[in-house]
T-cell receptor
Framework: QKEVEQNSGPLSVPEGAIASLNCTYS??????FFWYRQYSGKSPELIMF????GDKEDGRFTAQLNKASQYVSLLIRDSQPSDSATYLC????????????FGQGTELSVKP | GAGVSQSPRYKVAKRGQDVALRCDPI?????LFWYQQALGQGPEFLTY????????KSGLPSDRFFAERPEGSVSTLKIQRTQQEDSAVYLC????????????FGPGTRLTVT
């Protein structure tokens, strides 16, 4: 079992819809959770991070964390074609130092 | 302010050649990380520095890989006797704090070994 798992997609949503991206992790010691966006040929760009159970909102983005279920998600409201990218979920386990453990990423396509 | 910079952006090496990849982190960032990203995969951790100390090198795939950050700022990842399986994008990231802070990535170096 991979430490961080994401559906590779592609996930296709129409413009204006809500895109829901999911991530599960195996290590209960995971303590910080990050979502990165990666456009084709570019490097990962930090979108959001979340440490506590519940929801965290930033503009059109909402991160949701449920530590009991070992599940973190990213919702993108009013999806735009410019949101089309690969979204990477990453977890940080403090007793493993500062490294991030990434999922393989979910490709999102927003259709006009 | 300036973000993380990496050079070269692209490197083609013949099998067996040595390469050196440079990372210049965000000014004042304590921690520096190297990751390797294969096509279609998420980045995989290689090594981590806190200032000039290399605290974790558990992800380096072989003893052909070596990293340093002698003055606690610029870092160099060196790969000796490159092999085809070393072809990947090498990403550098930096963060302000020692552990747990957000990591910001540079543009990466795409290494192709022929």
């Amino acid at each position: 079992q991979k430490e961080v798992e994401q559906n590779s997609g592609p996930l296709s949503v129409p413009e204006g819809a809500i895109a829901s991206l999911n991530c599960t992790y195996s290590d209960r010691g995971s303590q910080s959770f990050f979502w990165y966006r990666q456009y084709s040929g570019k490097s990962p760009e930090l979108i959001m991070f979340i440490y506590s159970n519940g929801d965290k909102e930033d503009g059109r983005f909402t991160a949701q964390l449920n530590k009991a279920s070992q599940y973190v998600s990213l919702l993108i409201r009013d999806s735009q074609p410019s949101d089309s990218a690969t979204y990477l979920c990453a977890v940080l386990i403090y007793n493993q130092g500062g490294k991030l453990i990434f999922g393989q990423g979910t490709e999102l396509s927003v259709k006009p | 302010g300036a973000g993380v910079s990496q050079s070269p952006r692209y490197k083609v090496a013949k099998r067996g050649q040595d390469v050196a990849l440079r990372c210049d982190p965000i000014s004042g960032h304590v921690s520096l990380f190297w990751y390797q990203q294969a096509l279609g995969q998420g980045p995989e951790f290689l090594t981590y520095f806190q200032n000039e100390a290399q605290l974790d090198k558990s992800g380096l795939p072989s003893d052909r890989f070596f990293a340093e950050r002698p003055e606690g700022s610029v870092s160099t990842l060196k790969i000796q006797r490159t092999q085809q399986e070393d072809s990947a994008v090498y990403l550098c990231a930096s963060s302000l704090a020692a552990v747990g802070a957000e990591q910001y990535f540079g543009p990466g170096t795409r290494l192709t070994v022929t």
